[in-house]
């Protein structure tokens, strides 16, 4: 259980497109979901945490009208990157984050699953 | 506020010696703590996490790590070391106090080498 998918895995674009990233939670309800970039031989960077129903609050730093985050659903969260820059190029992870339990068979709240990532190169 | 670090940006050990990682965190309000594994180009997996009780939390892979109040510490060790535990780990902190948005906050990150 607590399976979360990202699509693509990974994608190629041309300087000035936009690109839009999938993270779907498979066998749960997400009702938050978070969006990471990840720099090569570095840590997790929170962008932005997504709550089902409501707009996504981002972090400092991160430009909300660059990186649109949208969750229509409790399976399904999205990041688009818009006018992508080669600077934008990394590897994005969407994790998600089920109803705080007590005790029911759902994912514990207090644990986030990650997807396997998409790798973004912008040319 | 809540922060992480972990001491040794990169360990190498040989194969079925001991792997210990080491985490210490600071936290103002009681936390939940977690090691997730990162394999190259892929996500994160969780190996183990802290919540309440017992403090000795086993994972998976033949992992467990003990969360040490007075120490601020959740060190992450392993018997004997396996050529697929080779990987990046990262432990992590989050707020016990589910309202607050239970935000993960990341150590740097730690690079486990095995040797033949």
């Known amino acids: 259980g607590a399976v979360v998918s990202q699509h693509p895995s990974w994608v190629i674009c041309k300087s000035g497109t936009s690109v839009k990233i999938e993270c779907r939670s498979l066998?749960?309800?997400?009702?938050?979901m978070f969006w990471y970039r990840q720099f090569p031989k570095q840590s997790l960077m929170l962008m932005a945490t997504?709550?089902?129903?409501?707009?996504?609050?981002?972090e400092q730093g991160v430009e909300k009208d660059k990186f649109l985050i949208n969750h229509a659903s409790l399976t399904l969260s999205t990041l688009t990157v818009t006018s992508a820059h080669p600077e934008d190029s990394s590897f994005y992870i969407c994790s998600a984050r089920g109803r705080s339990d007590r005790g029911t068979i759902a994912p514990r709240g207090d644990t986030q699953y990650f997807g396997p990532g998409t790798r973004l190169t912008v040319l | 506020a809540q922060s992480v670090t972990q001491l040794g940006s990169h360990v190498s050990v040989s194969e079925g010696a001991l792997v210990l990682l080491r985490c210490n965190y600071s936290s103002s309000v009681p936390p939940y703590l977690f090691w997730y594994v990162q394999y190259p180009n892929q996500g994160l997996q969780l190996l183990l996490k802290y919540t309440t009780g017992a403090t000795l939390v086993k994972g998976i892979n033949g992992f467990e790590a003990e969360f040490k109040k007075s120490e601020t510490s959740f060190h992450l060790t392993k018997p004997s070391a396996h050529m697929s535990d080779a990987a990046e780990y990262f432990c992590a902190v989050s707020p016990m106090i589910y309202n607050q948005g239970g935000k993960l906050i990341f150590g740097q990150g730690t690079e486990l080498s095995v040797k033949p």
């Open positions: 066998d749960f309800q997400a009702t938050t």
């Open positions: 997504s709550n089902e129903g409501s707009k996504a609050t981002y």
